[in-house]
C-alpha cells in the first residue's frame, strides 16, 4: 500500500486561487499574490493563517470587479473610492457583505505591505439589511389545522397560525390562565401579561384538547396547559419541550416560525400602527416596524418613526 506524501500535495484550493489569479493581468496578479500570502500568514506583520478554502471564497466574491478592474488598470494602486463604490452597487444581502469583506481584506493588506498609500475602501460600509416578512402561499396554510394529528397538535396550530403565539409562548401556557367560559387565555410575557380572546375554531381544539388531556393524564398535576406522556409525569413539571412542539409542524411542511410570521404579517395588512403589533405579539418595536413596511411598502416614507 502506497501511503500518498501529504506534505507534496498541492491544495485543491490553493490550486484554484493560482489559476485565477494568474487569469488577470499581470499588475493585478502580483497584488493579489501579495495579498494572499499576507492571509496566509507570510506578510510584514504575523498574523493567524487563513484557510485556502476561505481565501478561495474571499477571491470569488471579488473575481468579477478584479477582472473588469484588470482590463482598464495596470495595479490596484489606481483604485479610487469612486471604483469601490461602483463596485458595490446593485448588491444586496450576502453578495454586498462578501465582496466588501473581500474587497476591504485585499487593501488592507495591500496597505500594510506598502503597495498602496492610501486605502480606498476606508470608511465604507453597508446598511444594515433588513429582511421583510414575507407571506406564506395560501395554499398552504388552507387546511392546516384539519391536517394536523389528534387533538394536541390542532391546538398547538391554531395557536400559531390564528393567534401568532411563539413557541415559547405556546410550551408555557398554564392551564389556570385558561378562561373558558369567557373565551380567553393569559399569555404570560416579559413585558406583562396579554390576553388571547378565543375565536370559535380556537375554543373548540381547546376544550376537545382538555377532554384528550383528563383522559389520558387524569391525575397528572403538571400546571402546563400542553402536556406530553413525558411531561405528564415528571416531578418536575417542566413545559414540553420545542423539538415537541416543532415535531408537530413537519409533516404540514411550513415551520412554527412562518406561521406565525405569516400571521403578524397578515394583522399588519390591517394596521399601521407598531403598538397594536406589540402589543397582541409581544413583538419589539423594530420588529413591528419591519412588519409594517412588508405590509405597506408604499406608505413607508410616512409611516410613524
Do not use: C
Request: hydrophobic residues 40%.
Amino acid at each position: 500500500m502506497i501511503i500518498p506524501d501529504l506534505d507534496s500535495q498541492v491544495d485543491v484550493h490553493e490550486q484554484a486561487i493560482d489559476q485565477r489569479i494568474q487569469a488577470l493581468p499581470a499588475g493585478l496578479a502580483e497584488d493579489l499574490h501579495r495579498w494572499v500570502r499576507v492571509l496566509r500568514g507570510q506578510g510584514r506583520r504575523p498574523h493567524p493563517a487563513r484557510s485556502f478554502e476561505t481565501i478561495r471564497k474571499n477571491l470569488g466574491y471579488a473575481y468579477p470587479v478584479l477582472q473588469q478592474w484588470g482590463s482598464e488598470h495596470d495595479s490596484l494602486r489606481e483604485i479610487t473610492p469612486q471604483h469601490i463604490e461602483s463596485a458595490l452597487s446593485g448588491l444586496t444581502g450576502h453578495q454586498a457583505r462578501g465582496r466588501l469583506t473581500a474587497l476591504r481584506s485585499l487593501f488592507r493588506a495591500l496597505k500594510q505591505e506598502r503597495l498602496i498609500f492610501g486605502d480606498p475602501i476606508r470608511g465604507f460600509a453597508l446598511a444594515a439589511v433588513v429582511r421583510l416578512p414575507t407571506a406564506i402561499p395560501t395554499d398552504r396554510l388552507r387546511g392546516l389545522i384539519d391536517r394536523a394529528s389528534g387533538p394536541f397538535a390542532k391546538l398547538v396550530v391554531a395557536l400559531v397560525a390564528v393567534h401568532g403565539l411563539g413557541t415559547r409562548e405556546v410550551a408555557e401556557l398554564r392551564l389556570a390562565d385558561l378562561d373558558l367560559a369567557g373565551g380567553k387565555l393569559v399569555v404570560r410575557r416579559a413585558g406583562g401579561r396579554h390576553i388571547v380572546h378565543l375565536d370559535e375554531i380556537t375554543h373548540r381544539l381547546t376544550v376537545a384538547w382538555l377532554r384528550e388531556r383528563h383522559r389520558r393524564w387524569p391525575a397528572t398535576a403538571n400546571p402546563h396547559l400542553l402536556v406530553s406522556q413525558q411531561t405528564a409525569h415528571m416531578d418536575t413539571k417542566p413545559p414540553i419541550s420545542r423539538p415537541v412542539i416543532n415535531g408537530v409542524f413537519r409533516p404540514l411542511s411550513v415551520g412554527p416560525a412562518a406561521l406565525r410570521q405569516d400571521r403578524i404579517l397578515d394583522e399588519a395588512r390591517y394596521t399601521a400602527d407598531p403598538v397594536h403589533l406589540m402589543r397582541v405579539f409581544g413583538i419589539s418595536v423594530t420588529t413591528a416596524m419591519n412588519y409594517i413596511h412588508a405590509a405597506h411598502p408604499e406608505r413607508r416614507s410616512t409611516l410613524p418613526r
